[in-house]
């Protein structure tokens, strides 16, 4: 056999992937004479620290017929894949994540909130959820030889709140009562019982203060106050009455509020009409009716989308959308819907910049009388009351310097919500009226002319109109 006329490294490169996880070899610049024995692909491979996943009768193959591998980068070797830790997680007896449910729509336009309804009740010493250990992970090997290590898993806790306990490893959480499981806004697992009144909320009953879910079978009447931690749910009608709760509230028979009615929920709303009232909803709003000279403010959205489906006069005010079926009237009634900007957090927002002030000039005043006690220990003429001053300013520099940041990070959180209004929409399924002002994040449109099936979003800095499909 002829000798090749250059060494083996001119004709072949050997080359290993950034992840280590891959070794190529490229034949270039092949003449008459190259020819390479399977061993002296081996060395070369070694001689490149390539230890791990060598593919031996593919280094034999391309020995014995070289050329279909010309100017071919071919895989020798692979390494093993290191495998990701399983994150834990828990796993509950109820989907807490299913509040898509939409209430079935009766022919005649009226709502069946029943098909809505879905309390999570359990007895007491029942199982809720249960929880399941995170996985290490599995290293790999490059194919150098050395360990690719990998992340494990994380572990996940369950969160306690009211009538629940865990068992002793963690591992399983169970009810402590009678009740409805209800997670709250920060995740927590509790079990709150019912408290259910047969009739009208009024004199007899009284104001109602209660940790669990509320049902009133009845109306509630001018005056009084329901408090829940848990749902509120009301068969029949709300007038100038005030009800709050955590979760959620429904109203069957709707809300005749004599401009005194305040419906708060730290979930969603649902009612088949809402008059002369304030309503205000972390979640969404669902009316199947109408809206009428009311102040609404949705954390998410308002749906007003059934057969009637009117917004008429009033401020409606929601982060993400407003969705009607008419909004305003022929008469050109001042109506008010403002998507992707929360006045809550305006005033935040304000409220954080003036405390951020304080801080600052409170923080000048404590530098200064910092660098005068300072400038006296160096001469050594502190005194006692002197030194204890020292160490309570320091301390309260400490404390100032980091409630400041907290308060920074909130402002940086406020700012970017604020400016994210681009998947902000008004939706009008039908027509709005003359009078209608649209507010999308910093943006203004006034509706002089009425105006069918369109949809206002936020586009290169001006509020655009688009024809429903």
Do not use: W
Not at 41 to 54: F, P, S, T, V, W
Not at 197 to 218: A, Q, S
Not at 306 to 325: D, F, M, P, S, W
């Amino acid at each position: 056999m002829l000798e090749r006329n250059m060494p083996l490294d001119y004709y072949v490169t050997i080359s290993i992937s950034d992840d280590k996880l891959s070794a190529y070899l490229l034949i270039g610049n092949p003449d008459d004479n190259f020819h390479v024995t399977a061993a002296q692909l081996e060395e070369l491979a070694q001689k490149h620290h390539i230890i791990h996943g060598l593919n031996q009768a593919l280094l034999a193959q391309i020995a014995a017929n070289p050329k279909p591998f010309y100017h071919q980068k071919v895989v020798i070797a692979d390494g093993t894949k290191p495998v990701p830790g399983v994150n834990g997680y828990i796993k509950y007896i109820f989907d807490f994540d299913d509040e898509d449910k939409k209430p079935l729509e009766l022919d005649d336009g009226r709502v069946n909130y029943k098909e809505v309804i879905s309390l999570h009740n359990v007895k007491k010493g029942q199982l809720i959820g249960q929880r399941f250990l995170a996985t290490e992970g599995t290293p790999g090997r490059a194919v150098t030889g050395e360990t690719i290590f990998t992340k494990a898993g994380k572990e996940t806790r369950f969160k306690i709140g009211k009538n629940v306990v865990a068992d002793g490893e963690q591992m399983a959480l169970y009810s402590l009562i009678d009740g409805m499981v209800v997670r709250t806004d920060r995740d927590k697992i509790n079990v709150f019982p019912v408290y259910e009144v047969n009739g009208n909320v009024d004199y007899n009953i009284g104001n109602i203060d209660f940790i669990g879910t509320v049902v009133v079978r009845g109306s509630v009447l001018p005056g009084f106050k329901i408090r829940a931690a848990g749902d509120i749910r009301v068969t029949g009608g709300v007038e100038a009455a005030e009800l709050e709760a955590d979760g959620s509230i429904e109203i069957n028979a709707g809300i005749v509020g004599q401009n005194k009615a305040l419906v708060k929920a730290g979930k969603n709303v649902k009612s088949s009409f809402i008059q002369d009232a304030t309503v205000e909803v972390a979640g969404e709003l669902i009316v199947s009716q109408s809206i009428m000279h009311s102040t609404i403010r949705a954390g998410k959205a308002v749906n007003c989308n059934g057969a009637k489906g009117l917004i008429v006069g009033g401020t409606i005010q929601a982060g993400e959308r407003v969705t009607a079926r008419t909004i305003g009237n022929s008469m050109s009634t001042t109506t008010v819907v403002e998507v992707g900007v929360l006045p809550e957090l305006r005033n935040e927002m304000i409220h954080l910049r003036n405390q951020l002030r304080i801080f600052m000039e409170n923080m000048d005043k404590t530098d200064k009388a910092l660098t005068l006690l300072d400038s006296l220990a160096a001469a050594g003429q502190l005194t006692p009351d002197k030194v204890a001053m020292r160490v309570k300013l320091n301390h309260t520099k400490k404390q100032a310097i980091e409630e400041q940041n907290t308060i920074k990070e909130r402002i940086l959180e406020i700012e970017k919500s604020l400016e994210d209004s681009e998947k902000a929409k008004v939706e009008v399924l039908s027509t709005v009226y003359g009078g209608t002002k649209i507010v999308i994040g910093r943006y203004t449109k006034f509706i002089k002319d009425p105006t069918n099936r369109m949809t206002f979003r936020l586009n290169d800095g001006d509020i655009s109109m688009m024809a429903n499909v």
